[in-house]
Every structure is written in structure tokens, then in C-alpha cells.
């Protein structure tokens, strides 16, 4: 049968150009997918394999992601990384043991992880595809399984030339969707040999029917072979992206658990034991063997060479090719609707402008289809104004199209300098606001695919003045900014670093506005980075930001320095105009402390991050009529910033150079501001 169906494929193939349109179960597909299962199921069976020892080594991270849209990337709170012995046996027998293992923990968290997600998958999961000890999904037949076409459409979308370690091989792109969209079945891509049709990757994600667990939003998984011996296909690195949310309550809280496997030394048929595979799959060597694992070098050194020598994979490109294929969004095992809001601070606030203000919000995603939407409704005690939001989006394949309306209180800066709790806090309690407020009032669409984001919209500020009493402290004025409506337009541009929230950081945005005020056209460009690279115990990071406007720029998109969150000891937001930029850089490292457990959750770390750090700001062209002046020379503070309880809380003590004044910010790490 194997036979049969790979010369009919090489026959159909031969005739075929390096480029095609999609077509749904050519005959020319089913001839391929019918080679590829042959070839697969030969492999695990009588095709001259009988048994291999190898070695994997890799890396498991526990991620999270905050804020509004997910806008930010991801950062790791705990990372693993482990070394494993690996034996497989004819007809289909594995073992996996676990030699060296090893963990670094950035933020509290007690994650505990399945078993198979801390080994590799040596069998590309048979027939039917298990995760997470059967709880996340199980009983997914594999689209490349006897079975498979009663399940699945098939389409070739493209030739292309893979590079491999040692050799670039051609294949053919295969885009894999299930004829049921309600199924339990895998969304994918799988990349065939065009000599073998041997499976050399396969990039897949699943329908919403086959997860299990309410919390899982998706699932992304990406296999590659390589050739051994010159005979055999066989895993040569694999990567797994789990994505949670709460099933409950949608906020933009994620939590993320990312695998990363690199195999090799295979030891092909030298009579693997029968006692090996005794017991569970993956099992673990004693502690003291594990401690006593030889490493050569430091966790984030290993993690930094990894991802010099092979970029972590894009899993956001991933997920978007597989949006194409599904011909909407990516499936969701997320409820339909729930309650929520855009953070912990838009269901409950205090500043100035409104005094106590309680909001509630709720969503509508459905697991299938390209529609979702959202509103939230908010109330402030002290102004006794309504305010609200709603989006509708529309998301065909890897694009989405979002209508957004809003009324609500909103902040002047572009980068929030403090996490919404302690500001809250702050106002109610010290008479400390830091904010700048006007009413935002907008209709408008917004067009976002990968890092570009387009958009269009009219809008309007409407001024806001200070109504509420603070427990102790006077409260400084509100600047009145107001406008009429007028249209605006948006173009956003961003760039992540390859290996951004796992190895080295590095992320760069550039956004431009124009719009018409008044009949006075104007344009508003700011461009602004982030970059942060870990050796050992060393760290350096840096970012900044760099704003030009014309003369014609509306008053509420003023570029602010000063104070909390960008120059400690200098009065907040006494600099603005319309051209500034703001920079900031840390070089420090973590000093070893021993840890006190906090309960079984949190331990005060450790270590503690200790750096000097030196800040620059600097504006020119203020708007008429407001308290911003421009800086005239460079503004600058010097200080320390001091990142205890795994750094979960950030102190920093500045001077200003200028006028010798000091400066004390006490907060909870940027990293959880978005959800705060």
C-alpha cells in the first residue's frame, strides 16, 4: 500500500509547478497525505528501527502577560531546564528519565507541571494526540493516521526549501483543517519531503472541541525531524506553547507555559533492555543525581547561547499561519462569555477627577467564528458621570478589524508611571495623584495584523477638574484640556526581539498620528524601546522614548516628564511640549540572600537585584496656556534601584543632578501593572 501510494504521488507531483493555488483534497494531496501516513507508520513499525538511546536537553518557562489587549509581550516568572536520557523500542515503547534539572524563579509562583510537559514527544503522539496527562486534550486523531482523511480536509499551499542543520531539503506545505469546525481535531501545518514524503515539521493547534479544561485559550505545538543514519526521521526539536486564562472573569491576565527540546547523540538499534521501560514513561533520577548534574554554565548563560545558536520559535507567526489555514481566528477553549474588565483598577478606582469610580465589564468571544466584543461601564461618585467603552472585532485568518467606542476618564502620559492599585491608593490617602485627566470621547476602527496596527477615528477631550477631597494633603490642579471633535488617523509599527521574554529583550515601537483640529492639520510621531540582556548574575536594561509634534499638536497629547516614574526628586510633570524624549539605564546584578518562606506560595527570594541607574529627560515647545515648561538643558537623576522578593516589588532612590533634591518611588514590579 505504501508503495502504491508513493508513486502515485511522485507521479502527480512531478507534474506539478513550485507554487499553487489551495485546493481542498486534490487527488495530488490525498496521494501525499497517503505516502506520508505509510512512511509514518512504518517508521513505528517494521521499517528497520528497532531501537534508539539518545540525549534531549531543554527548557520549560512559566510565563505571564498583563495589560489591555496583550499588547506587551510575555515575561518569565520560572524557568526549568532539564536533561534527559531517552530510549524507544519497536513496536512503540518509550522512557524518558530525567538526569539534570534545574530552576530559576523570577516572580513567587507554586506552577506545577503535568508530567509529559517535561519530556519530548517520540512518537509525533501516534494515532491520537494526548496533552497534559490526558487532561488538556485526548483522543485527537493525528491527521496523518489511517483515519486521518475520514477527519480531515487536505490542501498543498506552497514549496518551499527548509534548512536543516546539516542540509536544506525541499518539501511541500500541507494545510490540515477538519471537515467538522466542532470536532476534536487539530488545525495545522505539516511540511512532507518531496523526495520520502517524510514528515520534516508539523506546526498544529487544535479546534475548540478538543480542549478539555475551560481556563486553556490555546494550544500551539511545533515538531521537526531530522534525518539520522541516513534512514530514519527522527525528533530533532520540539517546541509547545500552552496559553491559560481564567474561565471565570476575563482580564487580561495570561498565564503561559513554554517548552523548548532540542534531541541528538542517537544511539540507533544497540539492543535497548526490556527493563528500561518499566514503570512510568518519565521518571526522574534521584535528587542528588540531579543536583550533581555537570553544567557548564550559568541557567540565563544557557538560556542566551540557545537562542543565539536557534531563535526561540514565533509562536505569535505560528498562530497566525494557522488562522489562515482555520480561514478565521485560532479556536479557543475559553467560554463564550464571561464577566470582566481591562484591569483590576477599571472595576475599582480613586483620583482626583472622580473620586471613587466602580466600573464592570463583559465579553463575548466565541470559541469558533471571527466575531467578539466587549463592553464596560464605569461610575464616579464625585463627578456623577457615566462613562463606558465597547469594541465589536472581526478577526478573518491572522488580521482583525476591531469598532471601538469610548467615554472614559483617561490619563495624558503615553507609558503609565505607576501601577493602578498604588496610584489609588496614593490619591485617596496622600493627596498624591499622578495623573493628568480628560474625557476621552471616541468612535473609530482599528486594523491590526502581527506589528502593524492602522486606524481611524473621531474624537474629542473634554476637560475634566479636580472633585474630589483626599483623606490628608491638597490635591494640585487639573489641566483643562479640551477639544472640539475632530478626525485623527494612526499607524503603528512594532518590532520584538526573536527571543523577547525568555533570553535576551528587545522591543521597539514607532507610532504616528495626524489629524485635523480646528482646520490646522497636525502630526504627532514617538518611537520608543525597551532592551534587557541577562549574563549570570549580571543584567543591563534600558529604554527610553523620543517625541516630535507640530506646532498644531492638541494640548492633550502633550509629551510630560518629571516626577514618579520617570525623573525621582523633580515635581511631577513639570516638563512638557512638543518635542521630548526620555531615556533610563540600569546595569546591576542579583546578590545572593537566603530565601524566607512566606506561606507555600511565596518566598522572599533568592537574591536581591541591586543596580545604579541614571535617567535623562528633556522637552522643548510647551503648549500655551498650561504649567509644562520646557527643561532648556538635559534633566538628570542618578540613583539606585533595589528589586527585592524575587523582584516583586521595585524601590528606587534618585538625586536630581540639577537641583540636588531626592526622589523615593516604592512599587510593585512593571511587569503586573497591566493587570493592576
Partial sequence: MMKYSFLSFLLLVSMAGPSRAQEWNSDEVRALVAAATASRNALLGTGGLSDYGASAHGFVFFMAQVGEGFSDPPRVVKVDQLELEVYWKSPNRSKQRIVGWRDQVELPTEIRYHRDHLGIVQNNFGDNIRLGDGTEARDVVHPLSITGPTIYDYAIVDSVSIRLPDRRIDVLEVSIKPKDENAAAVIGSVFLGVSDASVVRFNFSFTAGAYLDDSLEDITIALENELWDGRFWLPRRQEIEIRRRSAAFDVPLRGIIRARWELGAYRLNVGVPDSIFSGHEIVAAPVAQRDSFPWQRSLQEEINAAGDSEPFLDFEGVRSSLADVAGKKLPTGL????????????????????????????????????????????????????????????????????????????????????????????????????????????????????????????????????????????????????????????????????????????????????????????????????????????????????????????????????????????????????????????????????????????????????????????????????????????????????????????????????????GLTVDVTERLWGVL
Avoid: C
Wanted: net charge neutral.
Fill in 335 to 662: 467560554p463564550v462569555s464571561r464577566f470582566g474588565a481591562a484591569s483590576i483598577s477599571e472595576l475599582a478606582r480613586f483620583n482626583r477627577v472622580e473620586g471613587l469610580s466602580v466600573g464592570l465589564g463583559w465579553s463575548f468571544k466565541p470559541s469558533t467564528g471571527s466575531m467578539a466584543g466587549a463592553v464596560v461601564v464605569r461610575y464616579g461618585f464625585d463627578d456623577a458621570e457615566p462613562q463606558g467603552r465597547a469594541t465589536l472585532s472581526f478577526s478573518p485568518g491572522a488580521s482583525t478589524f476591531t469598532l471601538n467606542a469610548r467615554s472614559m476618564v483617561t490619563d495624558i502620559g503615553d507609558h503609565r508611571v505607576v501601577s493602578g492599585l498604588l496610584g489609588s491608593l496614593l490619591a485617596q490617602e496622600a493627596g498624591r495623584d499622578l495623573g493628568d485627566y480628560y474625557r476621552l470621547q471616541l468612535f473609530g476602527v482599528d486594523y491590526r495584523r502581527g506589528g502593524l496596527q492602522l486606524g481611524a477615528a473621531a474624537q474629542r477631550a473634554l476637560g475634566v477638574t479636580v472633585r474630589a477631597n483626599p483623606v490628608r494633603g491638597v490635591y494640585r490642579n487639573n489641566p483643562f484640556l479640551e477639544t472640539a471633535w475632530h478626525p485623527t488617523v494612526q499607524l503603528g509599527l512594532s518590532h520584538v526581539g526573536s527571543n523577547y521574554g525568555v533570553g535576551d529583550e528587545f522591543l521597539a515601537q514607532v507610532d504616528v498620528e495626524g489629524g485635523v483640529l480646528d482646520s490646522d492639520a497636525y502630526l504627532r510621531v514617538m518611537g520608543s524601546f525597551e532592551f534587557e540582556r541577562k549574563t549570570g548574575a549580571g543584567e543591563v536594561r534600558a529604554s527610553g522614548w523620543v517625541g516630535v509634534a507640530t506646532d498644531n499638536l492638541p494640548a492633550y497629547r502633550t509629551f510630560v516628564v518629571g516626577g514618579w516614574g520617570t525623573l525621582p526628586g523633580e515635581s511631577f510633570r513639570r516638563w512638557g511640549g512638543r518635542r521630548a524624549f526620555f531615556t533610563t539605564l540600569e546595569v546591576g546584578r542579583t546578590l545572593p540572600l537566603p530565601g524566607i518562606p512566606v506561606g507555600g506560595l511565596v518566598s522572599t527570594g533568592q537574591g536581591v537585584f541591586l543596580a545604579p541607574f541614571v535617567s535623562v529627560g528633556w522637552t522643548a515647545d510647551p503648549p500655551v496656556g498650561f504649567e509644562w515648561r520646557p527643561t532648556g538643558s538635559l534633566r538628570g537623576v542618578v540613583g539606585l534601584v533595589v528589586e527585592p522578593l524575587n523582584g516583586l516589588l521595585r524601590i528606587m532612590v534618585g538625586r536630581n543632578v540639577s537641583e540636588n533634591t531626592f
